[in-house]
Each structure stands twice: as structure tokens, then as C-alpha cells.
Nanobody, 117 residues
Framework: QVQLVESGGGLVQAGGSLRLSCAAS????????MGWYRQAPGPTRVLVAV???????NYADSVKGRFTISRDNAKNTVYLQMNSLKPEDTAVYYC???????????WGQGTQVTVSS
């Protein structure tokens, strides 16, 4: 089992920045990929950015050049630096971890990010 705790959400004006953090605990040795997803009002949760245990990253087109995902394996923490925020970035952001060997998914409780125009 893996537990994920997010922090760093809040209210910011358009053009501003926020940094989200996600600390993992439990069976951390089994974690492979970690990432961030977001869910605006509605049922769909979409990928924002992911990072593998080897440091490879992938981003949604809508955030490329503005968001940066990073990972501190010593602290078992993944970060999402969000710059040049837009109102359309408003959503609940969820941290995700996938574990070996069966790529089980674990989720944090979510943190609200609100960008005002």
C-alpha cells in the first residue's frame, strides 16, 4: 500500500505561480511512475504530467512550457511547479503513483487550484 498526501494548492491570479507537493509513504520501494492529474467540475480526470523512476517526463500539451514536474527520491516526494497559470487550469489536482510489478494505481486526496482572471 502507498499513501499520498498533497499540499500547495490555493487561489492565485492569472499569470501567477504555485508549487504542488506530494509526499509518498508506505511501500515506497515499489513506486515506479508518479504524476499529477486534474479534474475540473465533471467526471473526467486528465493527465497533467508524469515522471518515471528514471526521471523521464511527459506533459499534457496544454501545460507544456508552463508546468514542470520533478521528483526527489530521497524525500519520496514529487512536485509540480506551475507558472503562467490560466483560469482554465482551475481544477482539483490529484497525485498518482503506480507501483511495480502490477502497475497498481494509488491516489492522493486532491488539492484545489483556483486561478482567477
Amino acid at each position: 500500500q502507498v499513501q499520498l498526501v498533497e499540499s500547495g494548492g490555493g487561489l492565485v491570479q492569472a499569470g501567477g505561480s504555485l508549487r504542488l507537493s506530494c509526499a509518498a509513504s508506505g511501500s515506497i520501494f515499489s513506486i515506479d511512475t508518479m504524476g499529477w492529474y486534474r479534474q475540473a467540475p465533471g467526471p473526467t480526470r486528465v493527465l497533467v504530467a508524469v515522471i518515471t523512476s528514471g526521471g523521464s517526463t511527459n506533459y499534457a500539451d496544454s501545460v507544456k512550457g508552463r508546468f514542470t514536474i520533478s521528483r526527489d527520491n530521497a524525500k519520496n516526494t514529487v512536485y509540480l511547479q506551475m507558472n503562467s497559470l490560466k483560469p482554465e487550469d482551475t481544477a482539483v489536482y490529484y497525485c498518482n503513483a503506480q507501483t511495480r510489478p502490477y502497475y497498481s494505481d494509488y491516489w492522493g486526496q486532491g488539492t484545489q487550484v483556483t486561478v482567477s482572471s
